[in-house]
T-cell receptor
Framework: DGGITQSPKYLFRKEGQNVTLSCEQN?????MYWYRQDPGQGLRLIYYSQIVNDFQKGDIAEGYSVSREKKESFPLTVTSAQKNPTAFYLC???????????FGPGTRLLVL | EDKVVQSPLSLVVHEGDTVTLNCSYE??????LLWYKQEKKAPTFLFMLTSSGIEKKSGRLSSILDKKELFSILNITATQTGDSAVYLCAVPRVQGAQKLVFGQGTRLTINP
């Protein structure tokens, strides 16, 4: 099955804790993206990567970090510096030459 | 600043009704506009409209783009309860990497 997977489905974070959200794709896409969605709002871009070993900050990168060591994987770490992390996190990927991004099922992050 | 605005934010209709969702945009050097449907999790791609393809249709869903007035509409005829979802409109920014700017979304509820 080709697609994008995200794990876990739900994640609970304690105060001061770093947590990592997984995103994997087997679509052979070069570009990958992380978005945050808050209730009643559209998606906002956190980080993106156009190619392996390269990534750029999006509009709301503060308190987050990413890595892109493999083409298939683009994990997102929510650090303790992110003061309001409760949200729905969506990962997307895009093939070269395409303008369409395809999304994973999302991870819902809650703070204990 | 690039901006995408959707209206209405919420819409409740009865099964069988026809609905029209609106998306207006202000972006530099427009290239394309994308519509997504989001049920409980991942947004799924519906249509992409470009300068060379200003009208798209798929079953009961259709969309047009007005490049002069800078808006798009998504039309759904003979609505069904399965059409209940949040509909998102997005426009890629020009400055590389196809970063999408999303509207707030329209939450559509179809009552039986």
């Amino acid at each position: 099955d080709g697609g994008i997977t995200q794990s876990p489905k739900y994640l609970f974070r304690k105060e001061g804790q770093n947590v990592t959200l997984s995103c994997e794709q087997n679509l052979n896409h070069d570009a990958m993206y992380w978005y945050r969605q808050d209730p009643g709002q559209g998606l906002r871009l956190i980080y993106y990567s156009q190619i392996v070993n390269d990534f750029q900050k999006g509009d709301i990168a503060e308190g987050y970090s990413v890595s892109r060591e493999k083409k298939e994987s683009f994990p997102l770490t929510v650090t303790s510096a992110q003061k309001n992390p409760t949200a729905f996190y969506l990962c997307a990927s895009r093939g070269t030459g395409s303008e369409t991004q395809y999304f994973g099922p999302g991870t819902r992050l809650l703070v204990l | 600043e690039d901006k995408v605005v959707q209206s209405p934010l919420s819409l409740v209709v009865h099964e069988g009704d026809t609905v029209t969702l609106n998306c207006s945009y202000e972006v530099t050097n427009f290239r394309s506009l994308l519509w997504y449907k989001q049920e409980k999790k991942a947004p799924t791609f519906l249509f992409m409209l470009t300068s060379s393809g200003i009208e798209k249709k798929s079953g009961r869903l259709s969309s047009i783009l007005d490049k002069k007035e800078l808006f798009s509409i998504l039309n759904i005829t003979a609505t069904q309860t399965g059409d209940s979802a949040v509909y998102l409109c997005a426009v890629p920014r020009v400055q590389g990497a196809q970063k999408l700017v999303f509207g707030q979304g329209t939450r559509l509820t179809i009552n039986p």
